[in-house]
């Protein structure tokens, strides 16, 4: 009978000992609590909004927080050198109607893409890049993933690094944002999913070896380690697409630039941060 | 388009300082076992050899190999002791050189 009792306390004991060893473990921090003690991301995040770069890993980030470092700086060379190259029988190069790109371009990266009166269209920053080439300098048109269109692309977007995400989606813009809305939310591929369904429903899960993002468009373009190169918005819709094994659309599309009004309204108010570096 | 080097080199420098200069070069850097759209190997292109002299004399080299990922970045300490000039030279299979250089004023 004794030894029954002594055997139940040294049971009982030895259980609560346990449990309270169980409640003193450190609970295993999640991919995202780990990436947010980096006092880095802070800039990165306005209230539940947060950037690409917030998922990214450390190394990933520091790559992108030196402007040597950073490799999308190749292509921003290319955009800052064709900003004053005379092309095309007007005899003009951007510079000359709109002098210092820091001056006159600041800013604007922050607010495309925009709705033209004069063509009538939701235009990204890249068909306005070309309209420009062909209409004020009469000059031939960029493709669309050419080394001279990201550049510029870039280099216009750089003036903006740092200002808060601002378009228009009112007025004449409101249909081309519902039409992106729509896009987003819709279930595609053979798959089943809509762009929701992963950036909205899942951020801060590893997808394979990803930690998923919010899918957030402010860096763009991006370099992007996997493709060892910078590339535009559109192609990564292209890649988000695929995944889901849906068809892709082509860059430059009224469906991928609706597609990134709405995106661009998602990231409202978070810094831009064109030439970003991502997995 | 070819994209020019990207070079990091102090305008000036104390004798005998220690200083850092940083390298970037656009190159696809082609391992050679990738396979392209037609099954066939895509032909390995790389740059081989990256190599840095000072007033003439190399100062610090590196040999590539496949695993090296695009657009190779270098970050390297030199001492210096007169002003001069670095000159920078990228050399891939096909023996094309690609050549910089960047002058230092030391006092």
Request: proline residues 5%.
């Amino acid at each position: 009978m004794k030894r029954t009792i002594i055997r139940v306390t040294v049971a009982v004991g030895a259980s609560v000992l346990l449990a309270a060893c169980v409640a003193a473990a450190p609970k295993e921090k999640t991919a995202l609590e780990k990436r947010l003690e980096d006092p880095r991301v802070k800039n990165y995040i306005v209230g539940e909004k947060m950037t690409g770069y917030v998922f990214a890993t450390a190394a990933t980030r520091t790559v992108q927080d030196d402007d040597f470092e950073n490799p999308a700086f190749l292509w921003v060379d290319i955009g800052e050198e064709n900003w004053s190259k005379v092309d095309g029988a007007a005899g003009k190069s951007c510079a000359s109607c709109h002098g210092d790109a820091p001056d006159s371009m600041k800013g604007v990266g922050a607010t495309y893409p925009k709705y033209s009166g004069e063509t009538k269209k939701l235009m990204a920053l890249q068909h306005r890049i070309n309209w420009e080439r062909e209409n004020r300098m009469k000059a031939k048109p960029w493709k669309w993933e050419s080394d001279e269109m990201l550049g510029m692309t870039a280099y216009v977007k750089l003036q903006s690094r740092g200002m808060p995400v601002n378009v228009k989606i009112d007025g004449p813009a409101k249909p081309f944002y519902e039409a992106g809305k729509k896009f987003y939310n819709q279930r595609r591929g053979m798959l089943d999913m809509a762009c929701a369904n992963c950036h909205v429903d899942y951020p801060a899960t590893m997808i394979r070896s990803n930690l998923l993002s919010q899918g957030m468009p402010n860096g763009f373009p991006t370099y992007r380690l996997k493709w060892q190169k910078v590339g535009s918005l559109h192609r990564r819709f292209r890649g988000c697409n695929k995944q889901v094994r849906a068809a892709p659309y082509k860059q430059g599309t009224d469906e991928y630039t609706n597609l990134e009004l709405f995106l661009m309204d998602r990231a409202r108010d978070l810094p831009m941060e064109t030439p970003s570096v991502r997995m | 388009m070819a994209k020019k080097p990207r070079i990091k080199v102090p305008k000036s420098a104390k004798k005998g300082e220690q200083i850092q200069i940083k390298t970037l070069i656009s190159h696809k850097m082609e391992t050679g076992r990738r396979k392209g759209k037609d099954g066939k190997l895509i032909p390995r292109m790389i740059i081989n050899n990256f190599s840095c002299k000072f007033g003439g004399k190399e100062v610090f080299s590196a040999d590539m190999y496949p695993a090296i990922a695009a657009n190779p970045y270098f970050a390297f300490y030199v001492t210096v002791d007169k002003s001069g000039t670095f000159e920078f030279a990228w050399t891939d299979d096909k023996g094309k050189t690609v050549t910089a250089s960047k002058d230092i004023a030391v006092t």
